[in-house]
């Protein structure tokens, strides 16, 4: 399939669809992990990208949090785009304000229009059952 093809076929309402499942994915996250900071504009804000969800869940590091959720089917990236394989803390991330700590413990959501309520659902367990766990076993 080219492009003009896929750009043809993309479905109307993917952005309404995506930005659905982005607020019921953060409205989850809030609710199962209080502490949860929202990185990047609020959710209602034009410049919020309707497919991506940026979050810091303290006090567990994103990579030990990427490789749980990895192993129960959740993949997730963590920092930002930006910093995607790079061992640093994300300058994007910091440059919006995020203090180090907040920035290493970032998570990056990237949503399709395949993703269902069902998926959220599931995906806001999985962190929750891992979160739970993995607080106890930060470094000091």
């Known amino acids: 399939m080219g492009l003009g093809e896929a750009v043809r076929t993309y479905p ?7 930005l659905a499942r982005k607020r019921q994915l953060w409205e989850g996250i809030q609710a199962a992990i209080p502490n949860a900071r929202l990185n990047g504009p609020a959710l209602d804000d034009p410049a ?30 963590a920092g930002s785009a930006c910093a995607a394989h790079k061992q640093k803390v ?3 991330l910091t440059a919006m304000g995020l203090s180090n700590a907040e ?3 970032a998570l990056r959501f990237s949503l ?9 659902d599931y995906t806001v367990i ?4 891992h979160y739970d766990m993995l607080k106890a076993f930060v470094r000091r």
Do not use: W
Not at 12 to 18: C, S, Y
Not at 112 to 120: G, L
Not at 126 to 129: A, C, F, G, P, Q
């Open 90 to 92: 994300s300058g994007v």
């Open 12 to 18: 109307a309402d993917a952005a309404q669809a995506m």
């Open 48 to 77: 919020s990208a309707p497919h991506v969800l940026n979050v810091s869940l303290q006090p567990v590091r994103s990579q030990t949090m990427l490789f749980a959720l990895e192993g129960d089917g959740v993949y997730v990236s």
């Open 112 to 120: 399709c229009p395949d993703v269902t309520a069902e998926d959220i």
């Open 126 to 129: 999985t962190l929750k059952k």
């Open 103 to 105: 920035a290493d413990c």
